[in-house]
């Protein structure tokens, strides 16, 4: 899974054919974002940021490098949800979905990072 397509995505951009499967990593429905329009294969909210780190993070620029740090301890305790993300990815193209307006600072962004190195361990 070397070259695994994994891409990230805000859950309101529009759907393309080329998304492949679609999951979304919130740990909250995104607001105003109904179930037809997001066109999701699955709903991981479990893979999300804690809520305490979602508080504490509050999409502040200077605390990002500690917020991934912070993020990737809490998933090295969900494996199997980690799993789940790797399995989905060799089948084919897999967009993790995200709300946060931020393309660039993101759960997604980190999720995506932690899979690409999983696979290049392989």
Known sequence: MANADIRVKRIYDPVEGNDGKRILIDRLWPRGMSKTRAALDAWLPDIGPSHELRKWYAHRPERWSEFCERYREELARRNELLQELMDAAEEGP?????????????????????LQEKSDSR
């Open 94 to 114: 897999l967009t993790l979905l995200f709300s946060a307006t931020n393309r660039d600072r993101n759960q997604a962004v980190v999720v995506r990072q932690l």
